[in-house]
C-alpha cells in the first residue's frame, strides 16, 4: 500500500467515511509476500514513497513478470531496471501501458503520485552521446518518481563552450546528474558553476586506460569542486534516486 491510499483511509477514519474496523481489514494485507523465488517489500512504498525496483538483470522472463505484477496490484506502479529485450516484451504485453526504454534498459508502469510532478527539477548531463543508456536510466528512474527531467547532452571538457553556452539551465536546476566516462572531469566544472546538488556517475565509456570507468571514478572521487557526491560505475539509478531524495516531495 502506498502513503497516500493510508493518508487516504485515516481521513476516511476521521470523517466517519469508514469505520476503525474496515480500515483494519484494508490494512490487513501482508507487508511481505513471498514468491517461489522471490521476497516482496510491499510497504516499501509506504516508508520510502516508491515501491520496491526490480533488477531484470539475472531473473528469468517469468520471474520478472511474477514480480511486477504482484507489485503492481498492491502499488499500481513499478520500475524494472537493466531490463532484457525479453523482459520489456513480456511486460508490455502484460501491462500495455508501461513505457519500455531500450536505450535505458527500463520499464515502468503506473502514474506517479498526485502532485508529484516537479517540472525541470533535476538536469540529466552527459560528457558524451555514449554516455546516454546510463543517463537515460538516470532519466527514466526520475520520471517513475514523477520528477521532472531536462536533458544537457555531449557537453564534455572537450568543448567546454558547448557546457558554458547553457549555464541557465544549470542554474535553474534543483540538482545536476552528470555522467561522464573516459577522463571523467565534467562534475568538476559542474560543481565549480552551481549551487544545488551535484551527483557524478562515472560510465564504463573508453578506452584501455580507462579501466572499465575506474579512471573516471577516481577523478570524480578527488573532484576539486566542494560537495561533489559519486555514484558507482554504470549507476544512473542509484544517481537518480538520490537526486530524487535531494529535490525531496
Known sequence: MIRERVRALLDDVASGAATVEQALARLDAEPIETLAHSTIDHHRALRSGFPEVVYGAGKTVAQVLDICVSIAARSERFLVTRASREQAAALTDQFPEAVASELARTVRYGSPSAGGDRE??????????????????AVETLLAHGIG???????????????????????RSRAIIVVAGMDGALPSVVGGL????????????????????????????????????????????????????????
Open 120 to 137: 525541470g527539477s533535476v538536469c540529466v548531463v552527459t560528457a558524451g552521446t555514449s554516455d546516454l543508456p546510463v543517463a537515460e536510466e
Open 194 to 249: 552551481v549551487r544545488v546538488p551535484v551527483i557524478a556517475v562515472p560510465t564504463s565509456v573508453g578506452y584501455g586506460a580507462s579501466f572499465g570507468g575506474l579512471a573516471a571514478l577516481l577523478t570524480m572521487l578527488n573532484s576539486c569542486a566542494a560537495g561533489v557526491v559519486v555514484c558507482n560505475i554504470d549507476n544512473g539509478f542509484g544517481a537518480a534516486m538520490a537526486a530524487a531524495r535531494a529535490v525531496g516531495p
Open 149 to 171: 527531467v531536462e536533458r544537457l547532452s555531449d557537453v564534455g571538457v572537450a568543448g567546454i563552450h558547448r557546457l558554458l553556452t547553457r549555464t541557465d539551465l544549470l542554474q
